[in-house]
């Protein structure tokens, strides 16, 4: 079956830096998305990689290992506001979303 | 494995007919789902909040009597794209809140995608 596996909940310090890992089964690969969503908000998109590497995009960052069948998302300089669900999800080969269940993160003073 | 789940996974129609999508939860029972439209690459735009039982409520700028949300059980809510025309072709995706986790009530899970194209 497909499967998206993240971390259900990280804590980490204002103004640390924090990766949140995120591993994939799937049929097929069409690219990999990460989504920010705050309580009682739509996700916010950040980030798409479709080919191996690193995608930097001011504080944060999103890496992509196809042939590991992972990737991270890197935040830099926490700040108060990035307290909120991170989301995994995965376009398969019928450009389908399959999603992983959030993390969520807690930034503490 | 999924918990979420769309039917039909993507649909071409004629400009002027009507698309119906579903959107089931699986394992759960969920009486709040929400229905987004996805671009290419950009956030999910929330369209509506669709609650079991009772009418829909539309976010600013959707037209309710375009896209018809009927939530008929704790498991089923679907998208009516009446009159489509080629400016709805889109991805639409619903996600479904489970009351049930733990008391978090802000866990949805997101299903597949529906990809629409209107000719």
């Known amino acids: 079956g497909q499967n998206i596996d993240q971390p259900t909940e990280m804590t980490a310090t204002e103004g640390a830096i924090v990766q949140i890992n995120c591993t994939y089964q799937t049929s097929g690969f069409n690219g990999l998305f990460w989504y920010q969503q705050h309580a009682g908000e739509a996700p916010t998109f950040l980030s798409y990689?479709?080919l191996d590497g690193l995608e930097e995009k001011g504080r944060f960052s999103s890496f992509l290992s196809r042939s590991k069948g992972y990737s991270y998302l890197l935040l830099k300089e926490l700040q108060m506001k990035d307290s909120a669900s991170y989301l995994c999800a995965v376009m398969d080969s019928n450009y389908q979303l399959i999603w992983g269940a959030g993390t969520k993160l807690i930034i503490k003073p | 494995g999924a918990v979420v789940s769309q039917h039909p996974s993507r649909v071409i129609c004629k400009s002027g007919t009507s698309v119906k999508i579903e959107c089931r939860s699986l394992?759960?029972?969920?009486?709040?789902m929400f229905w987004y439209r996805q671009f290419p690459k950009q956030s999910l735009m929330l369209m509506a909040t669709?609650?079991?039982?009772?009418?829909?409520?539309?976010e600013q700028g959707v037209e309710k009597d375009k896209f018809l949300i009927n939530h008929a059980s704790l498991t089923l809510s679907t998208l009516t794209v009446t009159s489509a025309h080629p400016e709805d072709s889109s991805f639409y995706i619903c996600?479904?809140?489970?009351?049930?986790?733990?008391?978090?009530?802000?866990?949805?899970?997101f299903g597949p995608g529906t990809r629409l194209t209107v000719l």
């Open positions: 990689n479709v």
């Open positions: 394992d759960f029972q969920a009486t709040t």
């Open positions: 996600s479904a809140r489970d009351l049930t986790s733990g008391g978090d009530t802000d866990t949805q899970y």
């Open positions: 669709s609650n079991e039982g009772s009418k829909a409520t539309y």
